[in-house]
C-alpha cells in the first residue's frame, strides 16, 4: 500500500506514520516529489489497520498496491527517476548511448574501440569480459583481464565502463573496474546474482530476459532495488518469438509500457534484437522515437574479425552516422544527444 500525505503535513507527522511501519515489522519508502509526498508500505500491509492510518494528522488517504514490484513501480516513486552514474545522468532529458565492442578481445582491440566511440560522442564503453555463449567451444572472453583492459581504455578516453557479470564470483572484481554492472538476458532471473548486486553499491543495467514478461522484469529489478540499490536501468534487448528475419524481435511497445508502470529508466539494445548490421541504426533512431533514455550499441574496430557477435557489429564509421542520425531524432521528440 501507499499512503498519501497532505500537502501541508509536517516533518513530525511523517515521522509518525514512518514510525508506526517500522514497529509493525515493516518497511517504510518515502517518496517526496512536486506533486505529492507519499510512503510506501513494504511487507505484510494486514499487520496494519488502514482505518487508523487514515485518521493521523497529515494523512491524505491510503491506496493499495497491487502490482508485485513495488519499488520499481510508479506508484512508490511518481516521478521518473534519473540514475547517475559518476556524474553521467540515465533517465533525465539527455539520451546516453554505450558502445563498444561484443566482447573484449585484446588491449590494442578494446583501445581502438574506446577511441572511436568517444569520438562519436557515446558515455559509456561497453565489452564482455565474460562472456556467456550458447556453445562451450565458443570463445568465452578474457574474464577479469578483460575488465582490467575496459578500465584501462575507459580511463584512457574518459569513458564510463559498463560490462557484464555473469555469476556472483565476478562482482567483486567488476566493482572495481566498472562504473555499472550488466545482467545479461540469460541472468535475468539469477535471483542470487540479483540480491547480491543489490548489495554491491554499482549502478546495475539489468537486460530483458529472452522470453521473459514485462511484469517479470520489473519484478527482477525488484529484487536489486529491495537490497538497498536504487541505480537500476533496464535495457530492451528484443524477445524470442516466432520471427527469424532478425536475431530477436525488439519489442519498443516494452519502451512505453515500462515508462507508464516504473519510474526506472530504460535504454535499448538494437544490435541483439537486430543481429544484423544493417538493421541496427534503423531499430536505434526507432528507439529513440518511442521514449528511451539511451542505446547501448556493438562497435567493432574491424567487426569481420570479431570473435562473437560479428554480424551485428558496426565500424567506426557507421556509429559515427548512426550517432547523427539519431541526435536528429531525439531533437524533433524533445531530447537531446
Known amino acids: 500500500m501507499i499512503i498519501v500525505m497532505k500537502n501541508n503535513a509536517t516533518q513530525q507527522d511523517f515521522k509518525a506514520v514512518e514510525d508506526l511501519i517500522v514497529s509493525k515489522g515493516l518497511k517504510p519508502h518515502l517518496s517526496q516529489g512536486a506533486q505529492a509526498s507519499i510512503i510506501g508500505v513494504i511487507g505484510d500491509k494486514t499487520r496494519l489497520a488502514v482505518e ?56 590494442a582491440q578494446i583501445m581502438k574501440a574506446a577511441e572511436a566511440v568517444a569520438e562519436s560522442g557515446a558515455k559509456f564503453l561497453r565489452g ?73 553499491g554499482r549502478p546495475v543495467l539489468l537486460k ?29 534487448r528484443g524477445i524470442r518469438t516466432f520471427e527469424t528475419a532478425t536475431r530477436n524481435t525488439l519489442d519498443l511497445g516494452a519502451v512505453a509500457v515500462v515508462k507508464e508502470r516504473s519510474h526506472l529508466p530504460v535504454i535499448v539494445d538494437p544490435s541483439h534484437a537486430a543481429g544484423k548490421m544493417r538493421y541496427v541504426e534503423p531499430l536505434a533512431l526507432a528507439a529513440v522515437a518511442a521514449g528511451a533514455d539511451g542505446l547501448i550499441v556493438e562497435v567493432h574496430p574491424q567487426p569481420a574479425q570479431a570473435l562473437s557477435d560479428a554480424a551485428q557489429q558496426l565500424n567506426p564509421e557507421q556509429f559515427s552516422g548512426l550517432m547523427q542520425h539519431c541526435a536528429a531524432v531525439a531533437q524533433a521528440v524533445g531530447r537531446t544527444l
Not at 540469460?186 to 540479483?194: A, D, G, K, T, V
Not at 527482477?220 to 536504487?230: H, K, Q, R
Request: net charge negative.
Open 208 to 236: 530483458r530476459g529472452i522470453a521473459s514478461t514485462i511484469v517479470e522484469w520489473l519484478d527482477a529489478a525488484e529484487y536489486i532495488l529491495s537490497e538497498g540499490n536504487p541505480n537500476v536501468v533496464l535495457c530492451e
Open 128 to 200: 564482455g569480459a565474460y562472456k556467456p555463449r550458447t556453445s562451450p567451444y565458443a570463445f568465452q572472453g578474457l574474464e577479469d583481464e578483460g575488465y582490467r583492459l575496459l578500465r584501462k581504455a575507459g580511463d584512457a578516453f574518459g569513458l564510463k565502463v559498463v560490462s557484464e557479470v555473469v555469476s556472483q564470483n565476478e562482482i567483486a572484481i567488476a566493482s572495481e573496474c566498472c562504473d555499472m554492472i550488466q545482467v545479461g538476458a540469460r541472468n535475468m532471473q539469477n535471483f542470487r546474482l540479483l540480491r547480491a548486486l543489490g548489495q554491491c
Open 52 to 107: 487508523n492510518i487514515e485518521m493521523m494528522e497529515g494523512v491524505d488517504k491510503v491506496v493499495p498496491v497491487m502490482e508485485s514490484y513495488k519499488l520499481a513501480g510508479r506508484a512508490f516513486h511518481p516521478e521518473g527517476s534519473v540514475v547517475d552514474v559518476g556524474g553521467v545522468k540515465i533517465g533525465g532529458k539527455e539520451l546516453v548511448v554505450m558502445a563498444g565492442p561484443c566482447a573484449v578481445e585484446s588491449e
